[in-house]
């Protein structure tokens, strides 16, 4: 056991902050990345999508490749590396000059957090022992939730006073200083038996899961699903994606060990992480644009709004290891997951006068659903494999939690621009074709319009803002559908609460893979 454990802890979790904090930083920011130069960049939504997706993608795609790298040379190597790369690409991303350079260097930035992320949690794996881990996977957790709540406030702060370029340029210090504790006190760990890299594994991996979403985000800007080139994208990317599992299932060093999955308790973890961030990532996105852009709340009011949501995972994060111990996995993850989906589905009746403090109430149990999902799956996935496998194991959570995240602000943000485009293209017909166009993109872009037209476009605020709640209500209840779904899985799969005697042997034996 190592001595200096829980300084570590605090050094990872920075790791953490700074990986979780450009997320949720840039969250408040992307109402003000849509609006036109020299505010913002004028992105569209589709464009703001792949910012944000951009991250997730090419991150999720390395975590794999990241995980067996810090198992082969070193997590301590990986993890400085990681680091000073996303420290590079958060320094590009603040003087981007179009909606383009921005997600560029965003990918620039997922390569580096590929590489911290599954070092963290085989970092803590590695200096805790097994009586210990769940305690310190419950605090690294809740280094999420305080991530959360810093995120949203410090980019809202950065945006009353400087350019939007700064949500970017503040992780800069953050990586110096935790560069620093890193070097100093982090211990380095490797698998003595690491396996192969899977560099063809990488690329099918990245190149189906971009045609996927490519394809998904442009049906939600056409509106129109059936258009030959979204059928072509999508249906090229689930083949690519086929033909990568069936790669990974041939291949003596598959970076995805598809023989994990033979378990049970361990799928029904997995399903339970995506699925929970598949409806979290895209009530996220509207959420902005519902306090932002409807209700007329600024980026560092909005920030605030989100601190409920933040505290209940500090608070409830690190105790719900208790919940599991007196309940079980299976009762508090479906429990959580049940939670998440009324939260979701509260956003359905959300309107123009909805009582904010009805909003701070919904954030709060949200935050509260999340720590009792995240934190006993962490424990069943990571617990699962041998701790020398510790990366791998990171990894695949952490994959399985990014894809479903870049899935679902996909498909609902798909959803959202179908729905806000079909309410708002009656009220455009007075404009010329092309500002139409533009003008039914998103309501910042329609609001943009009506701005640029003065006392003419005043009559385009009010269908503007009923055509997003609209498509809101919409969108809320898909979410609410996949969260139910995830509390049906866990239900049937995840362990209940073994009788006290024989607890121990036989949460061993219902994590052991292959069993």
């Known amino acids: 056991m190592h001595r200096r454990r829980w300084a570590i802890l605090g050094v990872l979790m920075l790791s953490l902050l700074i990986v979780v904090l450009d997320n949720s930083i840039l969250n408040v920011a992307v109402k003000t990345i849509a609006t036109p130069a020299p505010t913002g960049l004028g992105a569209t939504q589709s464009e703001i999508e792949w910012a944000i997706n951009a ?54 930035m997922a390569i580096g957090a590929a590489f911290v992320m599954p070092a963290t949690l085989a970092v803590l794996m590695n200096v805790f022992e097994r009586e210990e881990q769940p305690k310190a996977i419950g605090i690294w957790a809740g280094g999420v939730g305080l991530a959360i709540a810093i995120g949203p406030i ?51 991996s990245v190149v189906g899961l971009t045609l996927l979403v490519y394809g998904i985000i442009e049906g939600g ?80 009011e909005s920030g605030l709004l989100m601190l409920p949501l933040a505290a209940a995972q500090l608070i409830f994060a690190p ?114 074709p092309g500002l139409r166009d533009t003008a039914g993109e998103s309501i910042e872009a329609t609001l943009g319009v009506a701005e640029k037209l003065g006392p003419r476009g005043e009559a385009l605020v009010t269908p503007a803002h009923d055509a997003f709640l609209h498509a809101m209500h919409v969108t809320a209840l898909c979410g609410t559908g996949v969260a139910l779904i995830g509390a049906v899985v866990t239900a049937l799969f995840l362990p209940g609460k073994p009788p006290a005697a024989r607890q121990d042997s036989a949460e061993a034996e219902l994590v052991a893979v292959g069993d």
């Not at 932002?292 to 980026?299: K, L």
């Open 55 to 108: 991250y997730t993608l090419v991150f999720a795609g390395l975590l794999f490749t990241a995980g067996l790298v810090g198992d082969r040379i070193g997590r301590k190597k990986v993890l400085l590396g990681g680091i000073l790369v996303f420290g590079i690409g958060s320094a590009l991303a603040a003087e981007s000059g179009s909606p383009g350079q921005l997600i560029a260097y965003r990918a620039v």
């Open 154 to 204: 410090t980019g809202g702060a950065l945006l009353d006073h400087f350019w939007w370029g700064s949500v970017f340029l503040v992780n800069v210090p953050i990586v110096i200083i935790a560069l620093v504790l890193m070097a100093w006190l982090v211990p380095d760990s490797r698998d003595p038996r690491p396996g192969r890299l899977d560099p063809i594994g990488v690329v099918l």
């Open 221 to 300: 800007e056409l509106a129109d699903f059936t258009d030959t080139k979204v059928l072509a994208t999508i249906i090229a990317g689930l083949a690519v994606l086929a033909a990568f599992v069936v790669f990974e299932k041939r291949s003596d060093h598959p970076s995805l060990d598809v023989t994990y999955f033979r378990n049970k308790v361990f799928s029904a973890a997995m399903s339970a992480i995506a699925l929970v961030f598949f409806a979290l990532m895209g009530v996220t996105f509207f959420g902005v644009f519902y306090t932002q852009s409807v209700r007329g709340y600024s980026p560092l």
């Open 319 to 432: 105790r719900a290891r208790l919940v599991v111990d007196r309940f079980g996995n299976k009762v508090t993850t479906t429990a959580g997951l049940v939670v998440i989906a009324a939260t979701l589905a509260a956003f359905a009746g959300f309107e123009a006068d909805t009582p904010i403090w009805l909003l701070e109430v919904v954030f709060f149990l949200m935050g509260a659903g999340m720590a009792h999902i995240m934190t006993p799956t962490s424990v069943v996935i990571m617990q699962a494999l041998p701790r020398e496998k510790a990366g791998s194991a990171s990894a695949l959570s952490n994959t399985f939690r990014q894809v479903g995240g870049a899935l679902g602000l996909a498909v609902l943000g798909s959803v959202l621009a179908s729905s806000y485009r079909n309410g708002i293209e009656d009220k455009l017909g007075l404009l010329p």
